[in-house]
């Protein structure tokens, strides 16, 4: 077995305490970064560039003029569009040290094993009393696989269960390597048409779907399903992802996670247009079809999950 190298960087972008909703028991969620796929409803807009990016609140912004002073590329000027030039702005974060109202804040920071490791330590009693554990999420968790593969594993050293949630999106050999260390994964799937999955998320399905074949005959495997106006929001596509989801060896419960649009305005703070504009937020009773439809496949059915 490899040793862990408690020195290795990755760039995370959040650590959330007591979530109860991704895995089981008590949960500390570790956000990564980096995702290849651009889904037009993503929550985490955040999470997809796998280098450090700034968020700008122009409301927070009482045009003191610092960051302006500190930025060495220039990058920041009230004249621009978006007052940020994204193409000059090389993330190194000075703006943000000085910024005094918080306006400009960095999304992602470089951190070790050993620091991920001291945050998750401080919740480490409630994780042994829940069942609980640590879950990685993103972005997709698996493009910085190295690091997150020695994460799991500092992990399982400590006795915490580990939960992942994936878009499946890499290489077999990825996969081979890096799940063993999950005990229980939420596999995202987002549609069973190819040319549906391509116009929405902007990569083919075909080496998701083999890897969430490979994922269930390796480890425990959740189904997730994100409801999403004019995507899959039918019979007919819930029905193609269930039946696929009859292929995934010992998956037996599907989760159904209606559209929210709660990360709307982190697309502004980025500078971003966000993709889905005017689709209305989901609710739970709108999936009453969709789960009597997974339900019928003989599949436990869960709305959130
Ligand atoms: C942000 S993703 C990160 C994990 C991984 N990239 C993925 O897509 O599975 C976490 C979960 O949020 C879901 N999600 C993302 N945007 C959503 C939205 N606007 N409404 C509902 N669920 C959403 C995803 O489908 C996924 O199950
Ligand atoms: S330092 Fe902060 S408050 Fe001052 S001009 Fe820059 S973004 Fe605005
Ligand atoms: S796969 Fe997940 S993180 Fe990546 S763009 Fe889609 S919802 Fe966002």
Redesign the pocket.
């Known amino acids: 077995m490899t040793a862990i190298d408690h020195d290795r960087q990755g760039i995370v972008f959040d650590i959330q305490r007591y979530s109860i909703h991704d895995g089981p028991g008590v949960r500390t969620i570790v956000f990564l970064k980096g995702?290849?796929?651009?889904?037009r409803?993503?929550?985490?807009?955040e999470?997809?560039n796998p280098e450090p990016e700034l968020f700008y609140r122009r409301s927070a912004c009482i045009k003191c003029g610092q960051c302006m002073a500190v930025c060495p590329t220039k990058a920041i000027a009230y004249e621009n569009p978006d007052f940020v030039d994204r193409n000059k702005c090389i993330k190194c974060g000075a703006c943000t040290k000085v910024c005094p109202t918080q306006a400009l804040k960095r999304a992602g920071k470089t951190m070790s094993i050993a620091e991920v490791m001291q945050e998750l330590r401080k919740d480490a009693h409630h994780y042994r009393r829940s069942g609980g554990g640590i879950t990685l999420s993103?972005?997709?968790p698996l493009f910085q696989h190295e690091f997150a593969k020695q994460l799991l594993m500092a992990c399982h050293e400590q006795g915490w269960n580990t939960a992942m949630e994936t878009?499946g999106?890499t290489t077999r050999d990825i996969v081979r390597d890096v799940i063993p260390f999950v005990d229980h994964v939420l596999m995202?799937l987002?549609a069973i048409d190819p040319a549906v999955h391509r116009a929405n998320?902007g990569i083919d399905n075909r080496i998701i779907l083999e890897n969430a074949l490979c994922i269930a005959s390796l480890t425990h495997t959740v189904v997730r399903i994100?409801v999403v106006p004019g995507v899959n929001d039918s019979v007919e596509a819930i029905t193609a992802i269930g039946n696929f989801a009859k292929l995934m060896p010992g998956v037996d419960t599907v989760h159904l996670l209606p559209y929210h649009t709660y990360g709307e305005n982190k697309y502004e703070l980025l500078g971003r247009p966000y993709p889905m504009a005017d689709a209305p937020n989901l609710k739970p009773e709108d999936m009453t079809p969709f789960k009597a439809a997974v339900e019928g496949l003989g599949f436990n059915c869960v709305i959130g999950g």
């Open positions: 995702c290849p796929l651009r889904c409803w993503c929550s985490n807009p999470s997809q993103g972005g997709e878009t999106c995202d987002k998320t994100p």
